[in-house]
């Protein structure tokens, strides 16, 4: 008789920020959340909104998984601090951050106001920087812990997102910073290099199916990804296998990364 293999994250406590989604349907947070509990990891939802967060919470409960949910705004330092101390005072420790909150920003420089500049910049970067802030004293207080953050292909191919790609190509020198600061500490951070999936955030706006095509065309592999594909990577870096991986950032994006900059526009 095969012994039932143990969670990859038995025993952890973990953190998703932007742990709900736009719509039904399966987005990169909400399947993070999921694949954590599945794992066994305990897991706080953070999500501005019960009804956003709510489902993944049903979710990972029909499981016999254990979550629970913090409504609160990741922008906001004080939220931060207080999602930290709802984890440890559920669960008594925190292992894992990640860091999925964020929202999108078209436009250039010239078309781009300020207050959306400001805006798209703080729910991307700042808001992982107080999340990091609140999160990291406890994790090192409790001998260590790991970190993902969230960012995107158009941090390294930027097209026509100038607001967001800037944002989103801090978030890797981010990451850099936090593994270097706070090795000492037992603590790895790594940053996901999110392609074009089609999760709810894309199909909510509307995308038609010629658009759809062409971004399944630029990958190499000749198919899109989903929620599912960045939360595997998700969990490979929360867990232990990945204890001596820190400070890298890792595309998963069916490989556009290393297509033709011109071969389809993914947008």
Known sequence: MTEE???RLAGKVAIVTGAGSVTEGIGNGRATAILFAREGAK???VGRTRERTQPTLDAIEAEGGEAAMFLGDVTRSEDCQAMVAEAVE????LDILHNNAGMSGPGTVVEVAEEFWEEVIRANLTSTMLACKAAIPVMAEG???AINVTSSLSAIRPVHLTPYSTAKGALITLTAGLAMDHAAEGIRANCIIV?????PSVWSRGMSEDLRDRRRRASPMGREGTGWDTAWCAVYLASDEARYVTGVAIPV???VHVSSPNRHDPR
Not at 90 to 93: N, Q
Not at 195 to 199: D, E, L, N, S, V
């Open 253 to 255: 994006d069916g490989g």
């Open 195 to 199: 392609g074009p999936m089609y999760t």
């Open 143 to 145: 001998g260590g812990g």
């Open 5 to 7: 293999r143990a969670g």
């Open 90 to 93: 559920r669960w008594g420790k």
């Open 43 to 45: 897991v706080l939802l």
